[in-house]
Protein backbone atom coordinates (compact mmCIF):
# COMPACT_ATOMS: atom_id res chain seq x y z
CA UNK A 1 0.00 0.00 0.00
CA UNK A 2 1.18 3.39 -0.79
CA UNK A 3 0.32 6.45 1.44
CA UNK A 4 2.50 8.53 -0.19
CA UNK A 5 0.56 12.30 -0.09
CA UNK A 6 0.80 14.09 -3.08
CA UNK A 7 2.22 17.49 -2.55
CA UNK A 8 -0.18 20.55 -2.17
CA UNK A 9 0.27 23.39 -5.19
CA UNK A 10 -2.08 26.18 -5.30
CA UNK A 11 -2.02 26.56 -8.76
CA UNK A 12 -2.86 22.83 -9.77
CA UNK A 13 -5.31 20.80 -8.58
CA UNK A 14 -5.33 16.93 -9.05
CA UNK A 15 -8.51 15.49 -10.61
CA UNK A 16 -10.00 13.37 -8.18
CA UNK A 17 -11.66 10.01 -8.59
CA UNK A 18 -14.37 8.19 -6.88
CA UNK A 19 -12.92 5.00 -4.92
CA UNK A 20 -13.37 1.53 -6.48
CA UNK A 21 -16.85 0.21 -5.82
CA UNK A 22 -15.32 -2.85 -4.55
CA UNK A 23 -14.17 -0.73 -2.02
CA UNK A 24 -17.76 -0.88 0.10
CA UNK A 25 -17.90 -3.93 -1.17
CA UNK A 26 -15.57 -5.25 0.83
CA UNK A 27 -15.46 -3.23 3.82
CA UNK A 28 -19.08 -2.82 4.01
CA UNK A 29 -21.09 -0.17 5.31
CA UNK A 30 -20.40 -0.80 8.85
CA UNK A 31 -16.42 -1.29 7.90
CA UNK A 32 -16.04 2.70 6.64
CA UNK A 33 -18.31 3.56 9.93
CA UNK A 34 -15.38 1.83 11.76
CA UNK A 35 -13.01 3.29 9.85
CA UNK A 36 -14.38 6.86 10.33
CA UNK A 37 -14.48 6.12 14.20
CA UNK A 38 -11.17 4.98 14.35
CA UNK A 39 -10.16 8.21 12.13
CA UNK A 40 -11.83 10.74 13.84
CA UNK A 41 -10.55 8.89 17.17
CA UNK A 42 -7.02 9.71 15.83
CA UNK A 43 -8.27 13.53 15.13
CA UNK A 44 -9.41 13.42 18.41
CA UNK A 45 -5.70 13.64 19.99
CA UNK A 46 -4.49 14.97 16.90
CA UNK A 47 -2.76 18.63 16.43
CA UNK A 48 -6.03 19.57 14.86
CA UNK A 49 -8.17 18.85 17.02
CA UNK A 50 -9.23 22.47 17.60
CA UNK A 51 -11.15 22.62 14.16
CA UNK A 52 -13.42 20.56 15.13
CA UNK A 53 -16.59 22.17 16.95
CA UNK A 54 -17.40 18.99 18.88
CA UNK A 55 -16.93 19.49 22.32
CA UNK A 56 -16.47 15.24 23.64
CA UNK A 57 -16.06 11.92 22.42
CA UNK A 58 -19.62 11.65 22.10
CA UNK A 59 -20.09 14.55 19.41
CA UNK A 60 -16.62 13.97 17.45
CA UNK A 61 -18.43 10.08 17.32
CA UNK A 62 -21.55 11.56 16.09
CA UNK A 63 -19.62 13.66 13.66
CA UNK A 64 -17.89 10.73 12.57
CA UNK A 65 -20.73 8.99 11.62
CA UNK A 66 -21.94 11.69 9.66
CA UNK A 67 -18.63 11.37 7.60
CA UNK A 68 -19.54 7.85 6.92
CA UNK A 69 -22.68 9.03 5.64
CA UNK A 70 -20.52 10.58 2.96
CA UNK A 71 -17.99 8.29 1.99
CA UNK A 72 -20.66 5.63 1.88
CA UNK A 73 -22.44 7.27 -1.01
CA UNK A 74 -18.67 8.98 -2.24
CA UNK A 75 -17.64 5.05 -2.15
CA UNK A 76 -21.30 3.70 -4.19
CA UNK A 77 -23.52 2.99 -1.53
CA UNK A 78 -26.52 4.83 -0.58
CA UNK A 79 -26.96 8.23 -0.64
CA UNK A 80 -27.21 8.88 2.96
CA UNK A 81 -25.73 11.98 3.05
CA UNK A 82 -28.00 13.93 1.32
CA UNK A 83 -30.89 12.21 2.31
CA UNK A 84 -29.68 13.10 5.92
CA UNK A 85 -27.57 16.12 5.65
CA UNK A 86 -28.61 17.85 2.07
CA UNK A 87 -25.80 17.96 -0.62
CA UNK A 88 -22.19 17.46 0.33
CA UNK A 89 -20.79 20.50 -0.84
CA UNK A 90 -18.01 20.01 1.28
CA UNK A 91 -15.44 23.27 0.80
CA UNK A 92 -18.76 25.51 1.63
CA UNK A 93 -19.40 23.35 4.32
CA UNK A 94 -15.80 23.70 5.50
CA UNK A 95 -15.26 27.39 4.83
CA UNK A 96 -15.18 28.24 8.57
CA UNK A 97 -13.11 26.28 9.77
CA UNK A 98 -9.09 27.10 8.57
CA UNK A 99 -8.19 24.50 6.72
CA UNK A 100 -4.18 24.55 6.07
CA UNK A 101 -1.36 22.57 4.27
CA UNK A 102 -0.22 21.66 7.34
CA UNK A 103 -3.10 20.81 8.85
CA UNK A 104 -3.81 18.90 5.62
CA UNK A 105 -1.06 16.27 6.79
CA UNK A 106 -2.31 15.78 10.09
CA UNK A 107 -6.08 14.71 8.96
CA UNK A 108 -4.06 12.71 6.37
CA UNK A 109 -1.93 10.49 8.64
CA UNK A 110 -4.88 9.98 11.24
CA UNK A 111 -6.79 8.34 8.05
CA UNK A 112 -3.54 6.06 7.18
CA UNK A 113 -3.47 5.22 11.02
CA UNK A 114 -7.45 4.08 9.98
CA UNK A 115 -6.82 2.45 7.03
CA UNK A 116 -4.13 0.33 8.14
CA UNK A 117 -5.90 -2.76 10.05
CA UNK A 118 -7.99 -2.97 6.21
CA UNK A 119 -4.33 -3.75 4.90
CA UNK A 120 -5.32 -7.41 5.46
CA UNK A 121 -8.87 -7.42 4.31
CA UNK A 122 -9.50 -4.80 1.63
CA UNK A 123 -7.67 -6.02 -2.19
CA UNK A 124 -4.55 -3.21 -2.50
CA UNK A 125 -5.85 -1.63 -5.30
CA UNK A 126 -9.28 -0.96 -3.85
CA UNK A 127 -7.68 0.58 -0.71
CA UNK A 128 -5.24 2.51 -2.82
CA UNK A 129 -8.50 3.79 -4.88
CA UNK A 130 -9.66 5.30 -1.71
CA UNK A 131 -6.07 6.49 -0.15
CA UNK A 132 -5.84 7.85 -3.57
CA UNK A 133 -9.46 9.99 -3.25
CA UNK A 134 -8.93 11.18 0.20
CA UNK A 135 -5.57 12.59 -0.43
CA UNK A 136 -6.98 14.16 -3.68
CA UNK A 137 -10.27 15.10 -1.62
CA UNK A 138 -7.79 16.65 1.16
CA UNK A 139 -6.14 19.34 -1.03
CA UNK A 140 -10.03 20.60 -2.21
CA UNK A 141 -10.22 21.30 1.21
CA UNK A 142 -7.44 23.49 1.88
CA UNK A 143 -9.00 26.82 2.57
CA UNK A 144 -6.41 29.34 4.63
Same mark, same amino acid.
Given at each position: ?????????????? #??????? @?????????? $? *???? #??????? /?? #??????????? @?????? @??? $??????????????????????????? *??????????? *????????? /??????????????????????????????? *?
Amino acid at each position: MNYTILPQNADYMP #SVERPND @AFLAQVKEQG $I *RDLL #SRFYLCL /DK #SAIRNIFPASD @AKEMEE @AAQ $ISADFFIQICGGPAYFNQRHGMPKMRQ *RHAPFSITAEG *RLHWLICFE /DALKPLETSVKEEDLQSFWNYINVFSIMMIN *R
